[in-house]
């Protein structure tokens, strides 16, 4: 189990960190939004308010640590382009190599000036081992999930409860900060 959630910590730190430019990192997120929601914006819309509200009830840490999501995979996470907060995990989801709307693998809090946690995103994640690199990429959303080599694994964001100019499946988010805590990974 500490194997897995070292590798998932892995993934999540490199999912952010490769690939373009913050500036053109943001434009192709907002064309993969657009196209995704053009190939079916009734089918994308309703997975996003089904993810909403399956994880709503996790704006409650404790529900939400309660409900499996319990294993602290990173500290909070920032970069020059935003910022991504915690990640907890579900290691049941993690290690079942299914992609589902409703079934996030992580879901990413940012810490709060009173010390509490707030729900801003979510993030899927599947080990090469479960779904091989040689094979198609997992999809959700109408969006392929971008490899991430150094360890292993495909990644999918989706920031359903902060709003992302960068995008609502982009990588970092801007309006997500770690300013109300000591526990950084600056990337």
């Known amino acids: 189990m ?3 959630a070292l590798l998932l910590a892995g993934v999540v730190m490199l999912g952010g960190c490769g690939g373009e430019p913050a500036s053109t990192e943001a434009a192709a997120s907002l064309r993969a939004d657009a196209a995704a929601l053009s190939q079916g914006s009734a089918g994308v ?26 294993a602290k995979i990173t500290s909070c996470m920032t970069s020059a382009e935003g910022g991504m907060g915690f990640h907890y995990g579900n290691m049941g989801y993690i290690t079942d190599g299914v992609a589902r709307a409703d079934q996030p693998e992580l879901l990413l809090y940012e810490p709060q000036k009173n010390g509490g946690m707030k729900l801003v995103a979510v993030e899927y994640i599947i080990p ?28 999918l964001h989706a920031w359903v409860w902060q709003g ?16 109300n805590t000591t526990d950084i990974m600056p990337m």
């Open 45 to 70: 819309g309703d997975q996003l308010a089904a993810l909403r509200q399956v994880t709503v009830k996790f704006h409650d840490f404790q529900a939400a640590k309660d409900a499996g999501w319990n």
């Open 2 to 4: 500490r194997g897995s």
């Open 164 to 179: 992302n100019p960068s995008g609502t499946f982009a990588d970092w988010n801007p309006n997500v900060n770690c300013d």
């Open 128 to 155: 090469y081992a479960l779904h091989p690199r040689s094979a198609a990429p997992p999809m959700l959303f109408g969006l392929p999930f971008k490899q991430v080599d150094a360890f292993e694994l495909w990644g």
